[in-house]
């Protein structure tokens, strides 16, 4: 599925369609579309101290990009999935930077951050959907000849005859568009501020306020950006399970920490897709 914009989007490229033919109506049967996107973002980082309550930090990361829309008709339905594999197959490569802050204030638990995300501007992908239109509607039969709405009647063998005492005569007409709708797969400038209060030892809560300058376009309303989240650590540390709302739904995680290695899984709506989505994240840490 798409997210809100893109269908106000979509709607508005149907409704010019619609405005300049009289009398129209959409005939669209029930459209099916495949959609499918992956990113493996590797990563390098180095943060350093600067003094007792200022960190700052970096990352460099490399990202591999993979993008398949399709839209399903009878005639591809049984090879939809070897045509999204193989456009899964095709990949770019883009180089960006993230840059952060984290302030700490340990006398009374709470630490706030800043990132500042994608500040080289990575190279986006774009894709399209194309799919049939169907418009119906009804105008005055008109003559050939002089161009006159025809009043009559049609006989018992299908012919119009011109009769001043009938009806001023309809027809109907079908008019097939094929529609175009380009859209891009980016990774906008972001700026992320966070704040974390502990409330024991192995409990947090925290507010993130994510996008601030409101850059990227999944975000309809600006409440779509503020995340709320708690974590519970046990076992010295080695085992998390989180909870949260996020883009206006509930989200819930674990993580696994173990010396240099680290493991976390979240269940969250993705407002891409406009779904609900798995995550996975693997850190190594040296």
Do not use: C
Request: a negative charge; hydrophobic letters at 45%; glycine letters at 8%.
């Amino acid at each position: 599925m798409f997210n809100e914009q893109t269908l106000y989007s979509l709607l508005a490229i149907l409704d010019e369609i619609i405005t300049n033919i009289d009398n129209a109506s959409i005939g669209l049967l029930p459209q099916a579309f495949a959609f499918s996107y992956a990113d493996i973002v590797s990563t390098v980082g180095y943060g350093m101290d600067f003094g007792k309550y200022i960190s700052l930090g970096a990352n460099l990361k490399v990202i591999n990009r993979r993008f398949s829309t399709k839209f399903i008709t009878y005639d591809n339905y049984d090879n939809i999935l070897a045509d999204a594999r193989r456009d899964i197959k095709k990949s770019i490569w883009a180089f960006t930077m993230d840059i952060g802050a984290l302030a700490k204030f340990e006398d009374i638990g709470m630490r706030v951050g800043l990132s500042l995300q994608n500040i080289i501007p990575p190279k986006k992908i774009s894709s399209s959907i194309d799919f049939p239109l169907n418009l119906t509607g009804y105008d005055y039969y008109r003559d050939p000849n002089t161009g006159e709405k025809v009043v009559g009647f049609v006989d018992q063998s299908g012919n119009i005859q011109k009769n001043p005492n009938g009806d001023t005569m309809l027809v109907a007409y079908t008019q097939l568009y094929e529609v175009f709708f380009p859209f891009d797969l980016s990774a906008p400038f972001l700026g992320n501020l966070g704040i974390m209060q502990s409330i024991t030892k192995d409990w947090d809560v925290s507010l993130d306020i994510y996008d601030m300058f409101a850059q990227d376009s999944k975000f309809v309303g600006y409440t779509e950006r503020i995340r709320l989240g708690t974590e519970y650590r046990f076992l010295d540390n080695m085992f998390a399970v989180r909870l949260g709302f996020s883009d206006h739904h509930i989200a819930a995680g674990a993580g696994f920490n173990f010396n240099y290695f680290q493991l976390d899984a979240a269940y969250a709506f993705d407002n891409f897709v406009y779904s609900q989505a798995l995550y996975a994240q693997i850190k190594f840490g040296f």
